[in-house]
């Protein structure tokens, strides 16, 4: 899912701030779209894995602060430390036990201090370099009995998809954003064996696709998506301007019957012992 998340890009080495820049107006707004399409089924998974009261949690590349803040509200936790390199959107919503660490993610070990029951990292790999080492690393975070959970976007604009505004749009953004800045959803459904080899157990995994219905905070999203990464798109030949203009209206037409990008979500447990 395009966003701002923690973490760089082979480019400019910060990921995302010329096509998502998070001082633009209607920024944090545009990320919370996406989370009302998609936070109910996290929260769903973390707490089926066990989130509750006495876990201490990680989220990382938090974005607005959604699923942090419902792991404190819903599920109980004891607290929940949340990181992104840009954390303006998340000191503007303090709540009690929701801590607040500008950092990257990338970076060093001691970046993120101490070990944590639950790993979360939603929309966040997909845009980074050096995914393996980065699930190696988030492993590393979480203490013996804990649980590591990834989500990430699955593109189902495959080759036999109808062709549509909708389809159009879809392929020339995911090329056009890993063109500018590095996102790449193809290898997201190599997560179940990439926590495996991180060392984890009792791996699983499961998708969830949210309806696209005219005015839903999923079409929100992509309308917003598509306005701001423009330029990117236009530049893949894929589609003009004639052409990402009717999407738009597509997203909001009774006619619309399309697949929308899925949250592929996987999670492991490291050893007790």
Known sequence: MPAPPSGSSSGSGRYGE???????????????????????????????????PG???????????????????????????AVDRDVRF???RPVPGLDVLE??????????????RLVHARFLLMHLPERE???RRLAELVEPGGVLVLG???????????????????????QGLEAAIGTDVSWVPSYPALLRAAGLESVGAGIHVPPLL????????????????????????????????????????PECAALSAGLLTAWGRRPRR
Do not use: K, N
């Open 55 to 81: 876990w201490r949690c990680l989220d990382a590349g938090a974005g607005t602060g959604t699923v942090a803040r419902r792991l404190l509200a819903d599920a109980g936790v004891d607290g929940v430390l």
């Open 90 to 92: 998340l000191a503007a």
């Open 103 to 116: 950092a990257d993610v990338t970076a060093a070990p001691d970046a993120i201090p101490g070990s944590f």
């Open 152 to 174: 990430d976007a699955v593109d189902l604009t495959c080759d036999r998809a109808p062709a549509s505004p909708y389809t159009a749009a879809m392929r020339a953004m995911w």
């Open 18 to 52: 010329d096509a998502f820049p998070p001082g633009r107006s209607g920024e944090g707004e545009r990320i919370d779209y996406g989370a009302l399409a998609y936070d109910d089924v996290t929260l769903a998974h973390l707490r089926a894995l066990g989130a509750g």
């Open 214 to 253: 005219p005015g839903s905070a999923i079409s929100r999203f992509w309308a917003d998506t598509w306005q701001r990464s423009r330029p990117a798109m236009l530049a893949t030949g894929l589609i003009d301007e004639a052409g990402l203009d009717a999407a738009l209206r597509y997203l909001d037409a």
């Open 133 to 135: 080492r980065m699930v």
